[in-house]
């Protein structure tokens, strides 16, 4: 075989091994890099409720204490757990918590979107995801989702239902992960 000849066969199976490649870590992602306890956060992003929108990502909060619930106005689990999320944002907002609920309702649906935290009095942060984007960025499974992330950038809790937000569990998690030192 001319030295051609290999190098052409060569580069054919470098192209089938870079391709298969590709497509396992496009299509088997959620297999491969699963979101999930002690992985890295993945970096979403998402739209204030202003009349101007303004682009806020997951960077925005980066070295803080945060808590990511992903919810809809129209899911009814999440109407049962959003006063206990106030609740908690009422005691450790003030501490550094930063809480960002991000919405994942159609498109057009920002003024629900507000009229649904003023009845329920919500006053720590509320982002829109019209596209849904975070439920693929962070294999969301149903709603709410909720996911408590380190300052450093790690995922330390995942929930997949609504819960006491305000509960001792919760607010212990909440006080060790706001005084734990990161290098």
Known sequence: MTGRKQLAIGALVLGLTCAIAY????YLRHELFPVELGTKAPNFKALTLDS???EKTLADYRGQVVMINVWATWCLPCRVEMPSIEALHKTYGPKGLKIVAVSIDDPGTDSGIRAFAKQYGLTFEILHDPKGEITDLYDITGY?????????????KKLMSATDWNSPEARALVDRLLTERTE
Do not use: C, L, M
């Open 23 to 26: 497509g396992a870590t496009r």
């Open 52 to 54: 101007i929108p303004k």
């Open 144 to 156: 709410p989702e909720t996911f408590i992330i380190g300052k450093d950038g790690v995922i330390r």
